[in-house]
């Protein structure tokens, strides 16, 4: 009975100890995020590739409106 009694401690023991590195870990957590928000830099904008298809679309759009302009004009 000694033994299952100790294993109850250990075991009470431990869940308190996981709690601790638990909050320690958030504290942590928070700390890095608060000093990342005030050295945020906006990266500068990057050009955007599009793809052969996207190109196509992008010049049949711009047919189809120059299209549109000239039923109009009738």
Known sequence: ?????????????KTSNHKNPAK?????IQSDLGSAAQDWTESE???????HEEVQ????KNMIENLKDKLNEF
Do not use: G, I, Y
């Open 57 to 60: 679309f992008e010049k049949v």
């Open 1 to 13: 009975m000694s033994n299952f009694d100790s294993t109850k401690k250990r075991s009470k023991n």
């Open 45 to 51: 904008p990057q050009t955007v590739v599009k793809s």
């Open 24 to 28: 320690a870990r958030w504290s942590l």
